[in-house]
């Protein structure tokens, strides 16, 4: 594996081996064992977009991992003043050993693997986020020992999460379900995907029918980073979107709720429903950094 760009790009069996690295990497962390797979290895962090777990988890990952990380703000660095990313991508790779950006277009993630010669690692873009998908998946498995006869139910904004969940569900063997307003549908890209998956992807507008019998639910912020003028707009499309008590009634009796977070309360998912399953989402926020160490081994550390 040379870059992680989108969930797109990776095969099941990809996936399986990162979920596999990431466990083993949590059990030897939380037993003290060592492993310092990229010692002396150096990866470039370039935000463009606020965050709190993404920069974090991949900081204290490069150190645990034996290496160091560099936070490269946009507001810093010259690509903010307009540099091409073509040039940024050939100026870092003299000195990285890899890269983590998050940004707006996912076109600038791809034209940075592409004009750059170290690996590229998408820590979130308008398209997707197949960190954040990889950190969901582990904890899934985590939790329902496998994957196997899973339905996984989203309900929400046809963004980032939901391109990349739907991927990563159908890719491992689920049954994926989506609740989106008509005119906030996952890319179409995405929705082209679904088709090789006959009988294994249902897209409605109604949450209860999506959420039915689901062993996973997912939600998502009503507005993104970048929409926060259609914040209002928003409000308003998105209102009876939400995971509460009704919706988790639908599913099985013992269905995870998980969520990316940042959370907004009484908007896609109640306070209740919130609490009621902070362990499972609190495991999820850790395992961003597990999965994300598996990450950075698969694609910055050589055949380990
Ligand atoms: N879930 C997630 O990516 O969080 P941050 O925006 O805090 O990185
Ligand atoms: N869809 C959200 C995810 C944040 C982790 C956003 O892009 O802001």
């Given at each position: 594996m040379k870059h992680l760009l989108k969930m797109l790009d990776l095969s099941k069996e990809e996936i399986i081996g990162i979920l596999n690295l990431a466990d083993q990497l949590k059990y030897e962390q939380k037993h003290g064992i060592k492993h310092?797979?990229?010692?002396g290895k150096t990866l470039g962090m370039i935000f463009q977009k606020s965050s709190t777990r993404t920069r974090v988890s991949f900081e204290v990952g490069m150190y645990q991992l034996g290496g160091s990380a560099l936070f490269l703000s946009s507001h810093d660095l010259q690509i903010g003043r307009g540099e091409p990313v073509q040039d940024t991508a050939r100026v870092l790779s003299r000195f990285l050993d890899g890269i983590m950006i998050r940004t707006y277009a996912q076109q600038e993630v791809e034209d940075l693997a592409k004009y750059g010669s170290i690996p590229v690692i998408n820590g979130l873009t308008d398209f997707c986020h197949p960190c954040q998908v990889l950190a969901d998946l582990m904890t899934i498995r985590e939790y329902?020992?496998?994957?196997?006869?899973l339905k996984m139910c989203y309900i929400g904004d046809g963004n980032n999460m939901a391109n990349s969940l739907i991927v990563g569900g159908l890719k491992v063997g689920m049954k994926v379900s989506i609740a989106c307003p008509k005119d906030y549908q996952p890319d179409a890209q995405i929705l082209a995907f679904t088709e090789d998956y006959p009988g294994k992807f249902q897209m409605t507008d109604n949450v209860l029918e999506a959420a039915k019998d689901a062993d996973v639910l997912l939600t998502d912020v009503w507005a993104s980073m970048g929409q926060e003028e259609e914040k209002a707009l928003r409000e308003k499309v998105f209102d009876g979107y939400q995971i509460n008590a009704e919706v988790v009634a639908a599913a099985k009796r013992d269905v995870m709720v998980l969520h990316c977070l940042p959370a907004h309360r009484g908007e896609e998912i109640t306070a209740d429903v919130l609490e009621a399953h902070a362990d499972e989402i609190f495991d999820e926020a850790e395992n961003r950094l597990h999965a994300q160490k598996a990450v950075l081994v698969k694609v910055m550390g050589g055949n380990q």
């Open positions: 310092p797979r990229l010692q329902k020992g496998s994957f196997d006869g």
